[in-house]
């Protein structure tokens, strides 16, 4: 399954939903693979650091991402792609390949209203591909004493695309997180709440990915039980 994190905006979350995505799908026992289609190699770097364990490559334009995308997602139960912030034809292939799109968006009516134009390369796929991929706008960086006011979910309605309803807020912790090259639930206490609110997101996002084969990794608390003879 190919899942697409895209906006042509950048500095929305893209990276860092596309990077705790990959990880915690590893964490539940998936062969993933990061598709980095950014040119700043920002996510790759960052989950090379934080679990080295997941394989990331870079795909460096549109043809390379059409052509080698099936391929990778052959050998993988999961590919994450991060798209760029800007370069329509990256989208555009990445959607066209893509089964699942997350779109992240900050949590304002500017860029609420901005998603129409954000989102143009991917309703183009809609038609081409009479629906798929599966979108759903998480929005991110919610600050403190934000409400999802009626004319955000309207705006949202109207493009036809469901809001997640879990959203990630606006934390310190996930701007710190790449420069200490670790996901947020590996930043110990400070990272709890932030834990909390990306996994809760993922398993509403991907119910089944939980279900998958076991973790290739035993749980680190796991001790042999003694067993008392009768
Ligand atoms: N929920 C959040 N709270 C605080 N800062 C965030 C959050 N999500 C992302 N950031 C920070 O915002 C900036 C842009 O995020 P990034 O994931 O790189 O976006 P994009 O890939 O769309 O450009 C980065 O500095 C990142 O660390
Ligand atoms: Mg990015």
Redesign the pocket.
């Known amino acids: 399954m190919i899942i697409v994190v895209a906006?042509s905006?950048?500095?929305?979350?893209?990276?860092?939903?596309a990077v705790h995505l990959a990880a915690w799908l590893h964490e539940q026992g998936h062969r993933v693979t990061l598709a980095d289609c950014?040119t700043q190699h920002?996510?790759s770097d960052w989950l090379r650091e934080a679990m080295p364990e997941v394989k990331a490559v870079r795909l460096a334009n549109p043809d390379q991402i059409l052509d080698e995308l099936p391929q990778i997602d052959r050998e993988a139960d999961y590919v994450v792609a991060?798209g760029p912030?800007s370069n329509t034809e990256t989208s555009r292939a990445l959607l066209l390949r893509a089964q699942l799109a997350l779109v992240?968006c900050k949590a304002s009516m500017l860029e609420v209203r901005a998603l129409r134009q954000a989102t143009a390369v991917l309703r183009q796929a809609h038609e081409i591909r009479r629906g798929v991929p599966r979108a759903v706008i998480v929005l991110?960086?919610v600050g403190k004493t934000y409400r999802l006011t009626q004319d955000m979910k309207d705006a949202a309605q109207k493009l036809h695309l469901p809001l997640a309803k879990t959203a990630?807020?606006?934390?310190?912790i996930?701007?710190d997180?790449?420069g200490q090259g670790r996901v947020v639930w590996q930043l110990g206490a400070r990272g709890r709440e932030a834990t909390r609110e990306v996994q809760s997101l993922f398993k509403e996002l991907l119910p089944d990915a939980r279900k998958g084969r076991p973790s290739v990794k035993p749980a680190p608390q796991e001790k042999p039980t003694k067993t008392t003879a009768a």
């Open positions: 906006n905006k950048g500095g929305v979350g893209k990276s860092t939903l950014d920002s996510s991060d912030g992240p991110s960086m990630l807020t606006l934390k310190q996930y701007a997180a790449p």
